[in-house]
């Protein structure tokens, strides 16, 4: 199985699980009782507020609430971007049961799960559209935007532009990074949900790897590129779509789709017409609906690997479907959680054995790297790489690093020793103004030239 653990987790739908659609005040209420029912791995935090508002709710699930341990990655799952798109929310809320009650129940995996991965869940990101959606419940396009109109998926800024200009103008990566590019001014000056402001935020404030943002409307999971690229000096129609992680994020998408019960049956065609996944319940944004979108920007501005997850055609599912629609996606909301730890990890530090915050972790023939917070992840499928620990600073170190097959990041870390060339800079400028001190003294025996 793509878990790595095939029977420890034998619950069915009769495990007094909340199977019902809560509102906000409701929602809010099930999340304290969650927080008292297992005090020492959740915490309740809020990463911001709605445009009319109401918090944006998140609970942190690990052996270690509220703080960031070294070496144990951060994983996100997002659900209410549309307010719409009910059964997202509501599965995040099953989780957030299940986990607490298997935890306390000593379930060998959930055990493994939480205390090796500082999990972070939002039901509702668009809290004000549910309330309008919840109200009005069956309407298909009703709460899909935030009160001041904004679709929050789509509000993200246009990385992808800025990267793929540079590259046809030859700035990557001497003027233009291939990744952690800076938000343009003119983006955080236009119109920005407030929404829109409170997630990028928390992306910014946490290490997240890897996480999914829980959709509706159609049934398959959605990998960037979100984006298409314009064909200005490309030949290679494929390399328009592709992120340079294009293998990893069609594994990190099959991880879910193939662990679902029925994502992968699309003999019946898709939501909309005929099956656009050859089959395989996965497909590249880019070549679906090119969009701006909240993936691309996770991508192309931090860590973390995030992917659209779309759990059915029917946004607003009855009550009575829900017990169903559980035990079709418990499986792969674990699974997708668990590839978290694929790839390599380590830590980067001086000679010392002092974390070097702000290192560049770069794999040789992919361009895209990572950063490090004294800690690092990157994710990757099995095989060998080159991989590089960079830092102002300090020289480079290579190393080859090997990922297996068996669960688990391979450890990958690296010792850098200070460089001497911030030493050299310094003799070179105290030479260089030494010279031009010389030069002014009026007795140095050298004639300087006189202006006529």
């Not at 509000?155 to 343009?184: K, M, Q, T």
């Not at 983006?187 to 407030?194: E, K, M, P, R, T």
């Not at 054995?353 to 490090?372: C, F, K, Q, S």
């Not at 297996?404 to 310094?426: E, M, V």
Request: glycine share 8%; hydrophobic share 35%.
């Amino acid at each position: 199985m793509l878990n790595g653990y095939p029977s420890e987790n034998e619950v069915n739908v009769s495990d007094d699980l909340d199977f019902r659609h809560h509102n906000y005040k409701e929602m809010r209420q099930m999340m304290k009782v969650i927080n008292e029912e297992c005090p020492n791995i959740t915490r309740i935090y809020n990463i911001g507020k709605s445009s009319q508002g109401l918090k944006i709710y998140a609970m942190e699930i690990s052996d270690n609430p509220g703080e960031h341990e070294t070496g144990e990655p951060e994983f996100r799952y997002t659900a209410g971007l549309h307010g719409n798109e009910a059964l997202g929310r509501e599965l995040v809320l099953l989780l957030m049961q299940f986990l607490c009650k298997e935890y306390n129940d000593d379930n060998p995996r959930v055990r493994r799960l939480v205390d090796s991965v500082r999990i972070h869940l939002v039901p509702s990101l668009n809290p004000d559209a549910y309330e309008l959606a919840f109200e009005m419940m069956g309407n298909w396009a009703l709460g899909h935007w935030t009160e001041e109109g904004y679709d929050i998926f789509q509000n993200f800024p246009d990385l992808n532009s800025i990267l793929w200009g540079a590259e046809d103008r030859g700035w990557v990566p001497r003027i233009v990074p291939y990744n952690h590019i800076p938000i343009p001014e003119n983006y955080l000056n236009g119109s920005v949900a407030v929404e829109t402001r409170a997630i990028i935020s928390w992306m910014e404030r946490n290490p997240f790897v890897l996480g999914a943002n829980l959709q509706g409307g159609e049934k398959m999971v959605v990998h960037p590129f979100d984006m298409q690229r314009p064909p200005i000096s490309l030949q290679n129609q494929g390399a328009l779509r592709e992120t340079p992680d294009d293998a990893m994020f069609r594994w990190l998408a099959m991880s879910y789709a193939h662990s679902h019960l029925t994502m992968t049956e699309t003999y019946r065609g898709s939501c909309h017409g005929d099956d656009i996944t050859a089959g395989q319940g996965i497909i590249n944004r880019a070549s679906w609906k090119p969009v701006v979108g909240m993936n691309d920007f996770s991508y192309l501005h931090t860590n973390c690997f995030e992917l659209s997850i779309f759990l059915g055609c029917d946004k607003f599912p009855h009550e009575s479907e829900l017990p169903l629609e559980w035990e079709n996606n418990r499986e792969s909301l674990l699974s997708f959680i668990e590839q978290v730890h694929r790839g390599i990890k380590g830590m980067v530090k001086d000679t010392e054995g002092n974390p070097l915050a702000n290192a560049t972790i770069t794999v040789e023939g992919i361009r895209h790297d990572v950063r490090t917070g004294g800690d690092y992840w990157r994710l990757l499928n099995p095989g060998e790489y080159k991989v590089t620990a960079k830092a102002d600073g300090y020289t480079p170190q290579t190393r080859l690093c090997m990922v297996g097959y068996d669960s688990g990041a391979s450890p990958c870390s690296f010792t850098l020793p200070k460089s001497n060339w911030n030493r050299i800079k310094k003799i070179m400028a105290l030479n260089v103004l030494g010279l031009f001190l010389f030069l002014l003294l009026p007795d140095n025996g050298l004639t300087m030239p006189l202006n006529v």
